[in-house]
Structure formats: structure tokens, C-alpha cells
């Protein structure tokens, strides 16, 4: 089942280390690529759409607890708008030197809900020319056995600084609700860097390819726009207000907004996603609700966004009231900012050295399009975060699947370049 994974080839780096330039690299980790890919085809068969982490939650936290790593259970609860209850993994490995950074490796363990259009067991985990099928192969399961694999390899490396690992729930759903509770508990509050192993090329803002690092990411802010017309009488609509029309016009002009350019992150957008209003036969809609994607660069704030729909409306003239607001969120501190790190930051000198050393090629270096955990990380915890994980193809659809030979190149990498950032 793993003949796809093919032997590595030479891992020696060169001496110039970024920040230890000590270290010895013959003895930086290696993983196991016949033992990293059976791991993931485990996890692949094991179905967890978010909000149903379960079965995957004790799949992991067991995985750790065999290898002596301590895992523990950290608690994620969100009773008012989605009634969840699950659970994050977190294990750490201990440096031996207090003053040293702390290293964060954070990987999501769910899906999104399991697309119908496959034509095979969504969950197989069937390996084919170098790659892996099934729902999350690639979004982020290839990513979350890479970390792992990385992060016991770890275990047996003497490190200055302190490794933690994150295994977290609904990275796909709604809100972000596992990295938002690291956040919120501090479990993430003594690290100084971190590293996410989504799929990068896929969803990056130019075409790019493996081995790359994505340095930061585009953010987002929902728009939930109420409108408030007049009824009237179908057979006399002038005598009313379309809140319905109204809500459409207003939709046209945000997905003509000017939005904001940045020298990496590109420019921002914005789409229109649902205009919810009407349903008594002759009657004119009096209310409508209009749902709005906007992303944003780096010196877009929220207050932004909400300044530029509200111009829009008063531009557009319309007769309706309109409430311009944003998505109900568990807390007002949930929302994916956009963030940049510093390519000279240490952690980016480290992956880039490491990337040379296990693939033998200079990393493309990009940036995200969409919005993941890396933003609750890069601009909520002020972490510099940088995205390095396998690519694949499908990702949120049937066929998806992941080049097994990148997941254990990024297992590699991320173990590498953990030993020369942490010492």
C-alpha cells in the first residue's frame, strides 16, 4: 500500500542555520515514509465532518498515548449558536532550555461534510500513481499525519526549545471553534511561532508548486445585511418597497466594491452569497436578509468594510432601511484578519534551509487566497505562522486526494526545520 512513498533521498543541508548555525543536521529527524502514509490512510478511513471529531479526536489522542507522548484532551464547547461539544489533541515535548522559543504544529482533524458525488467509498484511502484518495486527503489529513509523524520523530531529538502540537476540531465549520479555544484558554500563549500544514499551492494566490511556504493569507468578514421595505400589493408593487430588489441592487454594487491591494496578498473581494427575503403570493416583500463574502488584505479593518457597505447604500439611494452588520459569531473577537509574516522571520530561514535539505530545491514562496486557522494564529495570536503542507487536487469535492510523496516531504521538512529553529 505504500510503494508510492518513495525512498528519500540525500537529507544532508548545508551549515548556514538559521538561528543555530551548531547544529549537527546528521542528527535532524527522518520519518518512516511506509509508517507516515499508513497513518494516513487510518485517518482518511475514519469519516469526521466537522462537528463530528469524535472517533478522530481518540484515533490521535491514542496514537500519541502509545508513543509516550502525554497527549491530553482540551475541550471545546459552543452551546448558544451551534451547541457543540468536542475535543482538540494537544502534546507537548519538552525543550531543555526555559529561555528558548516554543514552536507550535497545528493541523485540523476534520472535513468538510462528505460530498455524494463520489463514486467510490468517500473514505477508501486508496492509493493510486503516487496518490491518496478520500474526503480531507489533501484538506488537511495529508497535513495532520505529516505533524504527527514529525512531531514523534521529535521526541527523540535533544531541543532547546518546547514543540506543541495542536490536533484540532471545525476547522471546516462555521467558526474556527478549535483554534479559537486554544486562543481563548491561552493553550497557544507561550509560543512564539507556528507552523500549519494545510494544502498551500492549491489555494495560493499564484500558481505555485511544492515545496513551497505560504507566508501569510488574505482575511474575512461575513456581511449579514438586513433590509426593510414596505409591503404592498403584488398587483401594485409601486404603492411598496422590494426589500427583495432592493437587496439586489445592493448586492450588485458590493460585488463592484473597490476593496483594497496589498504588494503580497493581492487584492481583496467580495461575492454575494444569498439574498433570503419573501414568500406570500401578491405580496410585496417587506423584508430581506443579504449574505456578502468580503475578503481583505492587510489595512482593512472591520470597521472598513462595514464603512464602505454603508457608502454603498446611501450611493445606491435606496428607499429601504438597511442594517449593515456581520455575521453572529460566539464571540466578537472571532475573525479571520489578514496577516503577513516577515520572510526573514527565523522560522521562514529554518523551512527554507530545511526544504533544501530534504527536497534538494529553493522553496516558491506565496501566500493564501481564503481564510483557515492560520489567521486566528498569524493575526489574532500574533504569531508568524507559516502554511507548509502536501498538495493534491479536489479538496472539498469528490476525487479529492494527496501526492503521498508530499506528505513525506512536509513530515520531513517540518521535523528538520523544527530542530534548526529550536536548537
Partial sequence: MTDDATPRGDRSGDSDLNPDTSLDLDAAPRVDPDETIDLLQELVRIPSPYFEEAEISEFVYDWLDARGHDPEYHHVSEPDITEYEGDNVVARLEGSDPDAPTLLLNAHMDTVKLVEDWDEDPCSGRIEDGKLYGQGACDMKGGLAAVMVAFDALADCDLAGDVLLTAVVDEE?????????LIR????????????????PILAQEDIENPALLLGARGRY???????????????????VNAVVEAGRLAAALDDLDVGDHPKLGSGSTCPLKIEGG??????????????DRHVVVGETLEDARADAERAVEELGLESEVDVG?????DEGIRYGPYVTDDDHPLVSALSDSTRAVSGVDPAYGYFSSVG???????????????????GENIHAAGEFVFTDDVVDVADIVADAAVRFLG
Fill in 373 to 391: 486557522d492560520f489567521n486566528y494564529l498569524g493575526d489574532r495570536a500574533g504569531l508568524p505562522t507559516v502554511i507548509v503542507g502536501p498538495d
Fill in 185 to 200: 484558554d491561552g493553550v497557544v500563549a507561550d509560543c512564539d511561532a507556528a507552523i500549519v500544514t494545510e494544502p498551500g
Fill in 222 to 240: 461575513f456581511y449579514d445585511i438586513d433590509v426593510r421595505g414596505q409591503a404592498a400589493h403584488g398587483s401594485k408593487p409601486e404603492t411598496g
Fill in 279 to 292: 414568500s406570500q403570493t401578491l405580496s410585496v416583500p417587506e423584508r430581506a436578509r443579504l449574505m456578502v
Fill in 326 to 330: 456581520f455575521r453572529e459569531s460566539p
Fill in 173 to 181: 465549520g462555521p467558526y474556527g471553534l478549535g483554534t479559537d479555544r
